[in-house]
């Protein structure tokens, strides 16, 4: 079993040599740790759960539950690319549950951001436990627990279970194969386990999803415009080289409306913010200077594709004062 501290003499991960080294001994730990048990894992689609995921499908193959859970939030694409790759491609035993409309209804209305943040939290827990309830004799649960939020959580900024607040009726053991890495280490492991790169070098991605970049209260429109939008933003960044190179980029539709013509008729329609920055530890941040002809490309692309957008603004305001996320 592994201990919480990282050992002074362990390597940092970054050739595929170490990767393999260390995939090899997670392999004959979890086998010692799990033996014929059953394990769950909740797989978000993020590196960390990607990663887990992966190792323990190696490992332990069917003895292996993954649970999807699509809260309507995620972007462009993702519940699709999570069954295609750990479903088909790595014929993982994985559950996906669509909960797009239990969540939408419950945060209809709802604009305080932090009352957002606790009904999807507390939501996604709720579905979890159901699943797990409906499954026999599972005795551990797997976590894409990493070494930052073991050191956060020794030093009193946040829990470290990921799906802690858990109810008390379960008495798992944890699985936790990655919890002395860094982040740049798990993207090391999880190109060696053949996992695609834009699973493996995806940019960060608040747990509240797309929720927190449709500001106040969360309508369906809205947030089709926020995922149409960034699905847009994406490409273009992918096709200009910028995708590994900026940190983190997205796009934000607030809960305003502004005069504009389409088809020689007044419109009243929503506004697009682009947020691209940069950053290496995200207590201050500085934005990325976008070139102009992208974010002419930009501002054309949004407002043709996606008709409920009519103006597209960029936001080059470093943090502090302004943080990352509108909420
Ligand atoms: P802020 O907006 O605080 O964001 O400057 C800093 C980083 O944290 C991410 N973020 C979140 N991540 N749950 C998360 O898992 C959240 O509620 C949340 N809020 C912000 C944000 O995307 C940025 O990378």
């Known amino acids: 079993m592994q201990t919480d501290v990282r050992p002074a003499e ?23 740790q799990v033996k014929d048990g059953k394990v769950l894992l909740a797989l978000s689609g993020g590196v960390d759960s990607s990663v887990v995921a992966a190792l323990l ?22 519940p699709e690319q999570v069954v295609k790759v750990f479903r088909e491609e790595l014929g993982a035993n994985l559950i996906y549950v669509d909960a797009v409309d239990r969540f939408l209804d419950k945060l209809a209305g709802v604009s305080d951001p932090e009352t957002k943040r606790k009904i999807i939290g507390g939501e996604f827990i709720e579905v979890f436990a159901e699943e797990a309830r ?42 936790e194969p990655v919890k002395l890495l860094y982040k740049d280490e798990v993207r090391c492991v999880g190109k060696a386990l053949g996992l695609p790169d834009n699973m493996v070098y995806r940019q960060p991605f608040p747990g509240p999803g797309l929720g927190v970049r449709c500001p106040g209260a969360i309508t369906r429109d809205r947030l089709e415009a926020v995922r149409e939008s960034d699905a847009i ?24 409306k502004s005069t504009g013509i389409r088809d020689g008729k007044r419109t009243f329609s929503w506004l697009c913010i682009i947020r691209a920055i940069n950053t290496v530890d995200v207590v201050e941040v500085t934005p990325e200077h976008l070139p102009a002809w992208l974010i002419d490309r930009l501002v054309k692309r949004i407002t043709t594709e996606v008709p409920s957008i009519s103006r597209v603004l960029v936001d080059y305001t470093p943090k502090p004062p302004a943080t990352v996320e509108y909420e």
């Not at 332990?60 to 809260?71: F, R, Y």
């Not at 551990?140 to 799906?163: M, R, W």
């Open 233 to 256: 933003l994406r490409e273009e960044f992918d096709n200009a080289g910028l995708s590994g190179k900026v940190w983190q980029y997205f796009t934000v539709v607030p809960d305003f």
């Open 57 to 78: 499908i190696k490992a332990i193959g069917k003895q292996l539950t993954c649970v999807h859970v699509n809260h309507g939030l995620l972007r462009k694409g993702e």
């Open 10 to 32: 362990m390597a940092r991960i970054n050739t595929p040599e170490l990767a393999k080294a260390f995939i090899e001994e997670q392999i004959r730990d979890i086998r010692a």
């Open 134 to 175: 409906k499954l026999e004799n599972i005795r551990f649960l797997a976590q894409g627990t990493i070494y930052p939020d073991i050191l956060e959580s020794v030093a009193g900024i946040k829990a470290h279970h990921n799906v802690g607040g858990m109810p008390e009726e379960f008495d798992f053991e944890l699985v």
